[in-house]
């Protein structure tokens, strides 16, 4: 195989085509979640949370799903909890474990950030593809994923 064929290769083509949509639709959603006083990682953080049955999760499930290191995930916490949008509890059976929970602050923040967020996300994402190449799109990242980074998707127990 020549350096040519190698550099033609389709894989490349995915891989850059994925590094620069994310790039660029994050480009695209960032004042939304900025005008409303939160970082990318809180709003991920909350809508983790809010999905999340109870509105909480362990700490290390939550820093899995961020892709945060414990002390990354307790700054995180603890700079929501410091704005009530969280708030930090000790797991009753297991006191070296504990919570992140969303606060009705925190809920009411994301009702105020989600029609702004998910605006844009229906103009620069959702909207930019046919049914079927969503559902395509929805069924192929879901394996990546999973191939990938099984732990996203990890809840917490006890709930």
């Given amino acids: 195989m020549s350096v040519r064929e190698l550099f033609d290769d389709p894989r490349f083509t995915i891989s850059g085509l994925l590094f620069e949509a994310h790039s660029g639709l994050i480009a695209k959603l960032e004042p939304t979640w900025k005008a409303h006083g939160l970082s990318g990682l809180d709003l991920n953080a909350l809508l983790r949370l809010s999905r999340s049955p109870g509105c909480r999760l362990r700490m290390s499930d939550l820093a899995t799903q961020t892709e945060l290191s414990t002390s990354g995930v307790t700054r995180l916490v ?56 969503l559902d395509g799109l929805i069924t192929g990242l879901r394996v990546i994923r999973d191939a990938t980074n099984p732990a996203a998707t990890a809840r917490s127990d006890g709930l």
């Fill in 78 to 133: 603890d700079r929501l909890a410091t704005a009530g949008l969280v708030e930090r509890r000790l797991d009753p059976a297991d006191r070296r474990s504990a919570y992140a929970v969303l606060t009705d602050a925190g809920i009411r923040r994301l009702e105020q950030v989600l029609p702004d967020y998910l605006a844009a996300l229906e103009q620069w994402l959702t909207g930019q593809l046919t049914p079927a190449q």
